[in-house]
């Protein structure tokens, strides 16, 4: 109906037209926030938790964001999936509750209050720490609020009015029991061993909080003079080391050496220097470079053939002398020759110098060796005041304090024993995240659980209930022991490590995308003891009281009692030294004991979150352990990981069933966001611009679980996909206007089309429920948008829309029964529809739903769409797929006579298809094709056609073959369709007559 007939009678009256109050132009920014205040004032989260109450559980335990700063694109994807799960699962009639959480703790936020006090100049070691932390708090619980907000402008369906933080007191006493459980079971101890340590920040860093970055260190040649050996060859003799960090010269103790490598004794410039053979030219050009000889230093076979050789187990028993020696004590000692598997000759010299104190190797095989770590470097980066080389000064990070013409370096070059020196050596060095400093290795006390001891099975205990839930519960802290009857091992099995039971949980978790498995599981392969003190503030501490003199902590209950309750009613103040005596109680006196002021790593904080959230009771609709938790693909050595550790090691299983995780945003033109580049995207800016709704569809329509773009060309298209769901939905309110109950067709009675359709419905439901199943939201998102737009926009409803408008008329009150099968149809299209679009644009779907059902409720509290599996009929649409197929070439044909102006629309057209050589045709083709009639009956019209004329025209597909002309057939008034009986331009054809007699 796109040309108006010439015609003396106007029948529009006589035409039924869609009509609806749902707007085309949606206009989200301002249309969603009054629905989100509606949402609000209905108390729409607690009608849906009643809604599902008492049915099967799914719990997504939410990974807390960090309380600091607003909300960027990261958050926005990550919570909108989330909600998509949670949605999703509700829509399956589960009972999927959402507790939104946020991690208070730790060193951004201090640091932030920090920056604040240095902008007055003030010191925070001035102040006293309960008022410190107390800023803190503040500081935190400001961009909680301020998060929230913008996280329930994305509509997320939560528990906003009751979130988790791990700042509030009963989670800092949970955090608090979770640490006592590795305590009383001897999980816990305290040791000297390097850890990634921050000397701007002054504290120890976990492997999650840093990053790497390419950077250009100083490279030095470094001489230890040989003193001792049982081959007097090398007695005299210069051992040469090869370092990127000459700030650990001073504090080294051995030299290592691979036992498999093969050494020879060089001579140049009058010196003899021991190394790796086959590193002798890389050390020659170093030399050259720094301003040695290069005759000196060049090695032609001649005296290569003089070179004295050795294995490298063969320098067993030889010892160096440290160059600085001459400054006596420390340096005076005797440097030892030890074998270290770790050498290698890829780089360097063949032989390695260790100081204990800045590397996790040296500190190992100096260990083995009786040989400790001497602490000289302090948190700020600089040498001890006492250290007899260097002492008070540094930072050792400072390039300049290490460059060539540095102070380490020239104090080597004046003792004869720096044999090169460059500033040119390019690498990746670990930075932390936060403060984008360099962080070093360094020794110093830390408290770690170990990975590798084994746990002792008698400590997991199963808690009666229903297997579904699989609930485990723990030995709460002060509570004696089971007896090994009532206790399971872990899932590592009896007697297995931390390390080994994580490894089992892990195989028996599922991830998605399953690559996750092996990420997580090659980072708990070769992860260290875990590292679970930090040196600040703002954190929970480890409430531990250790025996002066001794490493041993006081694991006591009821000690250990009273500092839970402590902490519970006043949070981490409750921890203090004036609180200490009470603490201890009368059986123990507080000068024995060294109150420890360590405070906890923020990952063991969030690690205990399912301790707090899913067991507690205090959010009454969740259960442990998680069916699933959903973070960025950087959570492997994060959250999922603390979380895991922490819970195989006092529950013997992960807290979680599967994991989640998705990729990073990057801009259109796939590079990282950055600040510095001008290229970041704000969620805030997009859902004032653009709404919510589409910020939605974007992340549910991209492959989230790969790194994915995001930029304005891309955002326009996802506009524009939303535009076409949405009309979709306004032709469903339109062409239901009026339905009634009294028009609906039994399914076994409807034409042909109708139950195709209904087929195509079936079908993509089962998808949608597999895609459910399997997190495939993207699948998903691109079903529902496909089917609406493909099988129902330019398909169904454009056949079907000349019986919605002309098959009803004033003889005709309810419709013809094809115009009454449509519109079941379209019923049953709009509450299938209307419940699989709710998850993704939720505040578009209640919109939809309010318009037709304005007193039902929210469209939320609906479960998924009754569509039966017996709608299926594989035979039936094969054949219709076909005549898709050849519709599809009966528009292409069609289209290339409206460029040249012959015909108006496919109705002013006849066609012909061939199927490869054969007549394809089939009833109600003109409808279908929506053309005029091919054939005709010449009896009744009282006419020949001229013969067909003109070109095959062949479709991309091949499939297809179809010749087309303007037909002669004379133009309905009412309709506008072209039939053989219509005698003239504007009369009525025999359907619409009978309709408007």
């Not at 959480?101 to 001035?126: F, Q, S, T």
Request: some cysteine; charged content about 25%; aromatic content about 10%.
């Amino acid at each position: 109906m796109t040309d108006t007939p010439e015609t003396t009678r106007d029948y529009r009256d006589t035409v039924f037209l869609p009509k609806t109050d749902f707007p085309m132009k949606a206009g989200l920014p301002q249309k969603e926030p009054g629905i989100l205040a509606k949402w609000q004032a209905d108390g729409a989260y607690q009608q849906l938790r009643a809604a599902r109450a008492g049915r099967e559980k799914f719990i997504l335990h939410d990974g807390p964001p960090y309380a600091n700063g607003d909300m960027h694109i990261g958050h926005a994807l990550n919570h909108i999936l989330k909600d998509m799960v949670c949605r999703t699962q509700n829509l399956l009639g589960k009972d999927a509750p959402y507790v939104p959480g946020w991690d208070c703790h730790g060193l951004p936020i201090e640091w932030k209050v920090e920056e604040a006090y240095r902008k007055k100049k003030l010191n925070k070691d001035e102040v006293p720490a309960q008022e410190f932390r107390a800023e803190c708090r503040a500081y935190a619980q400001g961009w909680v609020d301020t998060q929230r907000e913008q996280l329930k402008r994305l509509g997320i369906n939560g528990d906003w009015d009751h979130p988790y933080l791990t700042m509030d007191a009963d989670a800092e006493a949970t955090i608090v029991q979770e640490l006592m459980k590795f305590a009383t079971r001897g999980q816990l101890y305290r040791g000297a061993k390097p850890v990634m340590w921050s000397p701007v920040e002054k504290t120890a860093l976990a492997e999650a909080e840093v990053e790497y970055e390419d950077i250009i260190s100083t490279q030095i040649d470094v001489t230890f003079e040989i003193v001792e050996s049982p081959i007097s060859e090398l007695v005299g003799a210069h051992a040469v080391i090869w370092t990127t960090t000459p700030w650990t010269i001073p504090v080294n103790q051995a030299l290592a050496y691979g036992p498999e490598v093969e050494y020879v004794v060089i001579q140049a410039g009058g010196r003899r220097y021991v190394l790796a053979e086959y590193l002798v030219k890389q050390l020659a050009s170093r030399a050259i470079a720094s301003g040695a000889d290069e005759e000196t230093w060049t090695f032609p076979p001649a005296k290569q053939k003089n070179w004295f050789r050795l294995m490298g187990s063969d320098l067993a028993g030889t010892i160096a002398r440290h160059p600085m020696h001459h400054l006596g004590g420390f340096f005076a000692k005797p440097r030892p020759f030890l074998p270290g598997d770790f050498v290698t000759t890829e780089q360097g010299t063949g032989l390695v110098h260790m100081a204990p104190d800045h590397g996790e190797d040296d500190f190992d095989l100096c260990k083995a060796n009786g040989i400790d770590a001497v602490f000289a470097v302090e948190g700020d980066g600089k040498y001890r005041a006492d250290w007899a080389w260097l002492g008070g000064q540094g930072s050792v990070i400072n390039a300049k304090f290490t460059a060539p013409d540095g102070p380490i370096c020239e104090d080597l070059r004046a003792a004869g024993a720096l044999l090169a020196a460059s500033s040119d050596y390019k690498h990746s060095y670990p930075h932390s995240w936060r403060s984008k400093a360099k962080v070093i290795f360094r020794a110093t006390p830390q408290w770690f659980i170990p990975v590798d001891a084994p746990l002792n099975p008698l400590h997991f205990v199963e808690r009666a209930g229903s297997e579904a839930s699989r609930e485990r519960n723990d030995v709460e802290a002060g509570v004696p022991l089971p007896t090994a009857t009532q206790s399971p091992s872990p899932q590592g099995g009896e007697g297995s490590s931390l390390r080994q039971t994580a490894l089992s949980a892990i195989a028996a978790t599922r991830f998605v995308p399953e690559k996750g498995r092996n990420r997580i599981g090659s980072m708990v392969e070769g992860r260290p003891d875990w590292v679970i003190s930090r040196q600040r503030a703002w954190g929970v501490p480890i409430t531990l009281f250790v025996k002066k003199g001794t490493n041993q902590y006081l694991t006591d209950p009821a000690v250990n009692a009273r500092i839970v309750d402590a902490i519970r009613v006043a949070g981490v103040d409750g921890w203090s030294a004036e609180a200490a005596p009470a603490l201890l109680g009368p059986d123990y006196d507080v000068a024995d004991y060294e109150q420890v002021t360590d405070i906890l790593d923020v990952w063991f904080d969030s690690g205990c979150t399912h301790a707090f959230v899913l067991e507690s009771g205090k959010w009454p609709d969740m259960r442990w352990p998680a069916d699933l938790y959903l973070e960025g693909s950087d959570q492997h050595r994060g959250w999922f990981q603390s979380s895991l550790l922490e819970s195989c090691g006092t529950r013997g299983r992960a807290p979680y069933d599967a994991v989640l995780t998705h990729g990073f945003t990057m801009d259109q033109k796939g590079m990282k966001m950055s600040k510095s580049l001008g290229n970041t995207i704000n969620p805030l800016d997009l859902m004032r611009d653009y709404g919510a709704d589409i910020l939605r569809l974007w992340a549910l329509s991209v492959d989230f679980t790969e790194d994915h773009r995001i930029g304005k060309e891309i955002l326009s298209g996802v506009a524009d996909q939303y535009r076409k769901v949405r009309n979709t939905f306004r032709y469903l309110l339109g062409a239901l206007e009026g339905f009634s109950e009294d028009e609906r067709v039994p399914v076994a009675d409807m034409p042909e089309l109708e139950r195709y359709i209904l087929h195509l419905l079936a079908d993509m439901d089962a998808k949608l429920k597999q895609a459910v199943d399997d997190f495939d939201f993207n699948s998903y998102t691109r079903l529902l948008s496909d089917f609406a737009n493909n099988d129902l926009g330019e398909f169904y409803f454009d056949i079907r829309k000349d019986a919605l408008y002309c098959d009803v008329g004033p003889a005709l009150p309810h419709g013809s029964h094809k115009r009454r099968a449509y519109r079941t149809v379209l019923d049953i299209l709009f509450h299938a529809l209307v419940r699989y679009a709710a998850p993704v644009l939720v505040f578009t779907s209640e919109e939809v739903w309010g318009t037709r059902f304005s007193a039902l409720g929210s469209v939320h509290l609906l479960e998924w769409p009754d569509v039966k599996f017996e709608w299926l009929d594989l035979s039936s649409s094969e054949d219709w797929n076909t005549r898709r197929v050849a519709r599809r070439a009966s528009n292409y044909a069609i289209e290339q006579l409206r460029k040249d102006k012959r015909v108006g629309s496919g109705n002013a057209a006849n066609v012909e298809v061939k199927q490869k050589s054969a007549i394809f045709e089939f009833e109600d083709m003109a409808e279908v094709f929506m053309t005029a009639p091919a054939l005709i009956d010449e009896d009744k019209v009282g006419r020949i056609w001229e013969p067909w004329s003109g070109p095959w025209i062949t479709d991309i597909t091949s499939e297809f073959s179809v010749r087309v002309r303007p037909t002669a057939f004379h133009k309905c008034g009412r309709c506008w369709r072209h039939l053989p009986e219509v005698t003239e331009d504007g009369a009525l054809c025999g359907r619409c007559a009978e309709v408007v007699a």
